[in-house]
């Protein structure tokens, strides 16, 4: 069986396979399978994983498991959270009080005095510098929160840029969401403005067009221009 061949039934307590139950094992709660072909799953005695067997990955058991994602799962041990790696041993010896999922062999973290920042497969800090909060990488970029605002960093923790916003979000196709005083617009990798509008909601651009609502509440489709396509209410 291949990871993705099975699903997880609708009352969420078995897997289902071919339209057939597999495992002949019933759970409290499961979630599905990743690619590292492991699942996390809930019986009386915790959360743990289990293989494409079946098959516990290992002994112990914690108060939540999440999946797999760059070969490592966050789990939760009297509120200390850590990854295990694929043997279902932690993969380094610190702890903290909230770990994310891996994206792009990088994770965010927070640690017991509310510090986040990012750390590698082995556990090892990317930078020095703690945040206010700290996002997921994506295509090497990632969003932080300091004192000043919202910026962007790459994958040694260097701003890519000098801009701060009250908002932001992560790139998509070479632009991000940002949000200043006025509102919210879209951005590009040098932080600059793609246009003068600003809106009360906004979208990343999808294959070039947005889904913007305006301060009237009215919503409409934006190009990369900023120029209104259609008005869609």
Request: charged letters at 25%; proline letters at 1%.
């Amino acid at each position: 069986m291949k990871y993705n061949e099975i699903k997880t039934s609708k009352d969420g307590t078995h897997f289902i396979y071919n339209g057939q139950e597999v495992f002949d094992r019933h759970f409290l709660e499961i979630l599905k399978f990743h690619s590292e072909g492991f699942a996390p799953v809930r019986d009386k005695t915790g959360w743990f994983h289990i293989n494409l067997n079946g098959e516990d990955l290992y002994q112990n058991r914690y108060d939540r498991a999440f999946g797999y994602y760059c070969d490592r799962a966050s789990v939760v041990s009297n509120d200390s959270w850590f990854h295990l790696n694929l043997n279902g041993e932690k993969s380094y010896s610190e702890s903290y009080t909230w770990a994310g999922n891996y994206q792009e062999n990088i994770c965010t973290v927070r640690d017991f005095d509310n510090n986040y920042f990012h750390i590698n497969l082995s556990g090892e800090r990317l930078y020095s510098k703690n945040y206010l909060y700290a996002g997921d990488y994506k295509n090497g970029i990632a969003c932080v929160k300091t004192l000043k605002g919202f910026s962007h960093i790459n994958g040694k923790g260097q701003l890519i840029n000098q801009k701060v916003f009250i908002d932001l979000g992560v790139f998509h196709k070479n632009y991000a969401t940002a949000k200043d005083k006025t509102g919210w617009f879209h951005i590009d990798k040098d932080g600059n403005q793609l246009y003068k509008e600003r809106y009360l909601l906004i979208e990343p651009f999808y294959n070039g067009f947005s889904l913007v609502e305006t301060s009237e509440n009215k919503k409409q489709i934006i190009d990369e221009n900023g120029a209104k396509i259609i008005e869609i209410d």
